[in-house]
T-cell receptor
Protein backbone atom coordinates (compact mmCIF):
# COMPACT_ATOMS: atom_id res chain seq x y z
CA UNK A 1 0.00 0.00 0.00
CA UNK A 2 1.70 3.14 -1.27
CA UNK A 3 0.68 5.96 1.02
CA UNK A 4 2.57 8.57 -1.02
CA UNK A 5 2.20 8.39 -4.79
CA UNK A 6 4.59 10.32 -7.02
CA UNK A 7 4.46 11.21 -10.69
CA UNK A 8 5.86 11.21 -13.27
CA UNK A 9 8.34 8.35 -13.02
CA UNK A 10 10.69 10.16 -15.38
CA UNK A 11 10.87 13.68 -16.75
CA UNK A 12 12.95 15.28 -19.47
CA UNK A 13 13.19 19.07 -19.55
CA UNK A 14 15.20 21.51 -21.60
CA UNK A 15 17.67 23.82 -19.89
CA UNK A 16 15.85 26.90 -18.64
CA UNK A 17 12.49 25.17 -18.49
CA UNK A 18 10.28 24.42 -15.48
CA UNK A 19 10.31 20.95 -13.95
CA UNK A 20 7.21 19.90 -12.04
CA UNK A 21 6.91 16.75 -9.95
CA UNK A 22 3.70 15.86 -8.17
CA UNK A 23 2.88 13.84 -5.07
CA UNK A 24 -0.38 12.79 -3.48
CA UNK A 25 -0.83 11.35 -0.01
CA UNK A 26 -3.60 9.48 1.76
CA UNK A 27 -2.95 9.89 5.47
CA UNK A 28 -4.35 13.19 6.76
CA UNK A 29 -2.18 12.83 9.88
CA UNK A 30 0.96 13.57 7.86
CA UNK A 31 2.38 16.91 8.96
CA UNK A 32 5.80 17.18 7.33
CA UNK A 33 6.51 16.96 3.62
CA UNK A 34 10.15 16.97 2.47
CA UNK A 35 11.70 16.53 -0.94
CA UNK A 36 14.99 14.66 -1.27
CA UNK A 37 17.43 14.86 -4.17
CA UNK A 38 19.69 11.95 -5.10
CA UNK A 39 22.62 12.06 -7.51
CA UNK A 40 24.03 8.83 -8.98
CA UNK A 41 26.25 7.02 -6.50
CA UNK A 42 25.12 9.18 -3.59
CA UNK A 43 22.52 8.89 -0.87
CA UNK A 44 19.47 11.17 -0.95
CA UNK A 45 19.86 14.63 0.58
CA UNK A 46 17.17 16.98 1.83
CA UNK A 47 16.34 19.62 -0.76
CA UNK A 48 13.38 21.50 0.69
CA UNK A 49 10.51 20.75 3.09
CA UNK A 50 7.14 22.19 4.05
CA UNK A 51 4.65 21.87 6.88
CA UNK A 52 0.89 22.10 6.21
CA UNK A 53 0.43 25.49 7.85
CA UNK A 54 1.68 27.19 4.67
CA UNK A 55 0.69 26.66 1.04
CA UNK A 56 4.03 27.46 -0.55
CA UNK A 57 7.71 27.50 0.30
CA UNK A 58 10.44 28.81 -1.94
CA UNK A 59 14.18 28.34 -1.69
CA UNK A 60 16.07 29.75 -4.64
CA UNK A 61 14.86 28.03 -7.81
CA UNK A 62 12.98 25.36 -5.86
CA UNK A 63 9.38 25.78 -4.71
CA UNK A 64 7.00 23.44 -2.92
CA UNK A 65 3.30 24.04 -3.49
CA UNK A 66 1.01 22.40 -0.95
CA UNK A 67 -2.75 21.79 -1.28
CA UNK A 68 -4.07 20.41 1.98
CA UNK A 69 -7.66 19.89 0.83
CA UNK A 70 -6.54 17.92 -2.20
CA UNK A 71 -3.84 16.08 -0.22
CA UNK A 72 -1.30 16.97 -2.87
CA UNK A 73 2.05 18.71 -2.99
CA UNK A 74 4.44 19.42 -5.79
CA UNK A 75 8.02 20.48 -6.46
CA UNK A 76 8.69 23.15 -9.04
CA UNK A 77 12.21 23.72 -10.33
CA UNK A 78 12.46 27.03 -12.15
CA UNK A 79 15.13 27.68 -14.77
CA UNK A 80 16.13 24.00 -14.70
CA UNK A 81 19.84 23.31 -15.20
CA UNK A 82 21.73 20.19 -16.31
CA UNK A 83 23.15 20.03 -12.78
CA UNK A 84 19.61 19.47 -11.51
CA UNK A 85 19.56 16.09 -13.28
CA UNK A 86 18.95 13.65 -10.43
CA UNK A 87 16.31 11.46 -8.86
CA UNK A 88 13.80 13.31 -6.70
CA UNK A 89 11.76 11.74 -3.92
CA UNK A 90 8.84 13.25 -2.10
CA UNK A 91 8.10 12.00 1.40
CA UNK A 92 5.74 12.51 4.31
CA UNK A 93 5.80 11.89 8.02
CA UNK A 94 3.77 12.52 11.14
CA UNK A 95 5.00 13.50 14.59
CA UNK A 96 3.34 10.56 16.28
CA UNK A 97 5.36 8.10 14.19
CA UNK A 98 8.68 9.44 15.42
CA UNK A 99 9.28 11.21 12.14
CA UNK A 100 9.65 8.00 10.15
CA UNK A 101 9.35 8.99 6.51
CA UNK A 102 7.12 7.41 3.88
CA UNK A 103 8.64 7.99 0.46
CA UNK A 104 7.13 8.28 -3.00
CA UNK A 105 8.36 6.13 -5.88
CA UNK A 106 10.85 8.68 -7.18
CA UNK A 107 11.19 10.77 -10.35
CA UNK A 108 14.26 10.65 -12.56
CA UNK A 109 14.78 14.16 -13.91
CA UNK A 110 16.98 14.80 -16.93
CA UNK A 111 17.70 18.38 -17.94
CA UNK A 112 19.09 18.60 -21.46
CA UNK A 113 21.60 21.35 -22.25
CA UNK B 1 28.82 18.23 8.56
CA UNK B 2 27.04 14.99 9.32
CA UNK B 3 28.96 12.00 8.07
CA UNK B 4 27.23 8.67 7.57
CA UNK B 5 29.41 5.86 6.31
CA UNK B 6 28.43 2.39 5.17
CA UNK B 7 30.86 -0.49 5.33
CA UNK B 8 30.75 -1.47 1.67
CA UNK B 9 29.69 0.23 -1.56
CA UNK B 10 29.23 -3.09 -3.37
CA UNK B 11 28.67 -6.56 -1.98
CA UNK B 12 28.07 -9.90 -3.67
CA UNK B 13 26.78 -12.80 -1.59
CA UNK B 14 25.40 -16.27 -2.18
CA UNK B 15 21.87 -17.41 -1.38
CA UNK B 16 21.65 -18.62 2.22
CA UNK B 17 24.62 -16.63 3.49
CA UNK B 18 24.32 -14.44 6.56
CA UNK B 19 25.04 -10.85 5.56
CA UNK B 20 26.00 -7.91 7.77
CA UNK B 21 25.66 -4.32 6.58
CA UNK B 22 27.22 -1.73 8.84
CA UNK B 23 26.40 1.94 9.23
CA UNK B 24 28.42 4.40 11.30
CA UNK B 25 27.61 8.04 12.02
CA UNK B 26 29.78 10.68 13.65
CA UNK B 27 27.18 13.22 14.78
CA UNK B 28 25.75 11.68 17.94
CA UNK B 29 22.29 11.31 16.39
CA UNK B 30 19.85 9.23 18.37
CA UNK B 31 17.71 7.99 15.47
CA UNK B 32 19.01 5.65 12.79
CA UNK B 33 17.18 4.01 9.89
CA UNK B 34 17.69 1.29 7.30
CA UNK B 35 15.95 1.56 3.92
CA UNK B 36 16.09 -0.42 0.73
CA UNK B 37 15.79 1.35 -2.60
CA UNK B 38 14.35 -0.38 -5.64
CA UNK B 39 13.45 1.18 -9.01
CA UNK B 40 9.81 2.23 -9.15
CA UNK B 41 9.29 1.53 -5.44
CA UNK B 42 11.20 4.41 -3.89
CA UNK B 43 12.73 3.98 -0.45
CA UNK B 44 11.10 1.52 1.89
CA UNK B 45 11.81 1.45 5.62
CA UNK B 46 13.13 -1.86 6.93
CA UNK B 47 13.95 -1.06 10.57
CA UNK B 48 14.69 1.97 12.66
CA UNK B 49 16.18 2.69 16.04
CA UNK B 50 15.29 5.58 18.32
CA UNK B 51 18.32 5.06 20.51
CA UNK B 52 20.87 2.50 21.67
CA UNK B 53 19.43 -1.01 22.05
CA UNK B 54 16.05 0.21 20.80
CA UNK B 55 14.60 -0.97 17.50
CA UNK B 56 11.28 -0.95 15.72
CA UNK B 57 10.06 -2.68 12.60
CA UNK B 58 9.47 -0.60 9.55
CA UNK B 59 7.30 -1.46 6.58
CA UNK B 60 9.25 -4.44 5.23
CA UNK B 61 11.13 -6.15 8.12
CA UNK B 62 10.69 -9.75 6.95
CA UNK B 63 14.01 -11.49 6.42
CA UNK B 64 15.99 -8.80 8.23
CA UNK B 65 17.12 -8.03 11.75
CA UNK B 66 19.11 -5.17 13.25
CA UNK B 67 21.53 -4.46 16.06
CA UNK B 68 22.33 -1.19 17.82
CA UNK B 69 24.80 -1.78 20.64
CA UNK B 70 26.49 1.62 20.35
CA UNK B 71 24.95 4.95 19.51
CA UNK B 72 27.08 5.52 16.44
CA UNK B 73 26.61 2.10 14.83
CA UNK B 74 23.51 0.47 13.37
CA UNK B 75 23.82 -2.92 11.71
CA UNK B 76 21.42 -4.58 9.30
CA UNK B 77 21.52 -8.38 9.21
CA UNK B 78 20.17 -10.62 6.50
CA UNK B 79 19.82 -13.92 8.35
CA UNK B 80 19.72 -16.05 5.18
CA UNK B 81 20.17 -13.99 2.05
CA UNK B 82 17.79 -14.58 -0.83
CA UNK B 83 17.82 -13.32 -4.41
CA UNK B 84 14.84 -11.04 -3.74
CA UNK B 85 17.02 -9.13 -1.28
CA UNK B 86 19.22 -7.91 -4.10
CA UNK B 87 18.88 -4.15 -3.74
CA UNK B 88 20.46 -0.86 -2.76
CA UNK B 89 20.52 -0.47 1.03
CA UNK B 90 20.63 3.00 2.55
CA UNK B 91 21.31 4.00 6.12
CA UNK B 92 20.12 7.33 7.53
CA UNK B 93 20.36 9.24 10.80
CA UNK B 94 18.31 11.96 12.45
CA UNK B 95 18.84 14.17 15.45
CA UNK B 96 15.94 13.50 17.84
CA UNK B 97 14.24 16.68 19.02
CA UNK B 98 16.27 18.81 16.65
CA UNK B 99 14.93 21.91 14.88
CA UNK B 100 14.24 19.94 11.73
CA UNK B 101 13.23 16.41 10.83
CA UNK B 102 16.08 16.04 8.35
CA UNK B 103 17.40 12.57 7.74
CA UNK B 104 21.03 12.28 6.65
CA UNK B 105 21.82 9.41 4.33
CA UNK B 106 24.92 7.35 3.71
CA UNK B 107 26.09 6.57 0.15
CA UNK B 108 24.41 3.17 0.09
CA UNK B 109 25.48 -0.46 -0.29
CA UNK B 110 24.51 -2.21 -3.48
CA UNK B 111 23.96 -5.85 -2.52
CA UNK B 112 23.70 -8.61 -5.09
CA UNK B 113 22.58 -12.06 -3.94
CA UNK B 114 23.38 -14.83 -6.40
Amino acid sequence: QQQVKQSPQSLIVQKGGISIINCAYENTAFDYFPWYQQFPGKGPALLIAIRPDVSEKKEGRFTISFNKSAKQFSLHIMDSQPGDSATYFCAASKKTSGSRLTFGEGTQLTVNP
Amino acid sequence: DVKVTQSSRYLVKRTGEKVFLECVQDMDHENMFWYRQDPGLGLRLIYFSYDVKMKEKGDIPEGYSVSREKKERFSLILESASTNQTSMYLCATRLAGGPTDTQYFGPGTRLTVL
